[in-house]
């Protein structure tokens, strides 16, 4: 069974040169006997998503991923929480990118 790996971006007051990232695994529900790992709930909501094909290896850097999520979403007149991403990833050449819409 392949487990897609989620890495969260959080970018509040975050140095230019840094990014900082909780990275893991994305479960529907906590793993018998691995209680004691930490874990962290996307909360629901309605996000902002895109979809990128590419190798893991040359998958582009978060901060172009939000510059592009960025000019695109004016054009959809819609307004996202840029500062928390979600990837997901599933096999090598997969990448799913969340950005929480603003109500």
Do not use: C, W
């Not at 959080?10 to 994305?26: A, H, M, S, V, W």
């Not at 996000?47 to 000019?71: C, F, G, K, S």
């Amino acid at each position: 069974m392949e487990v897609p790996l989620v890495v969260i971006n959080y970018e509040l007051d975050t140095p230019k040169n840094k990014i900082r990232q909780f990275i893991g695994t994305l479960h529907k529900s906590r793993i018998k006997g691995q209680e004691h790992l930490m874990s962290i709930e996307i909360p629901a909501g309605n996000y902002l998503q895109t979809e990128i094909q590419a190798h893991n290896l040359v998958m582009p850097n978060p901060r172009d991923i939000r510059e592009a999520a960025n000019e695109f979403s004016p054009l959809k007149d819609v307004e996202f929480n840029d500062q928390v991403s979600y990837e997901i990833y599933n096999g090598d050449d997969r990448l799913i990118v969340l950005y929480r819409t603003n109500p």
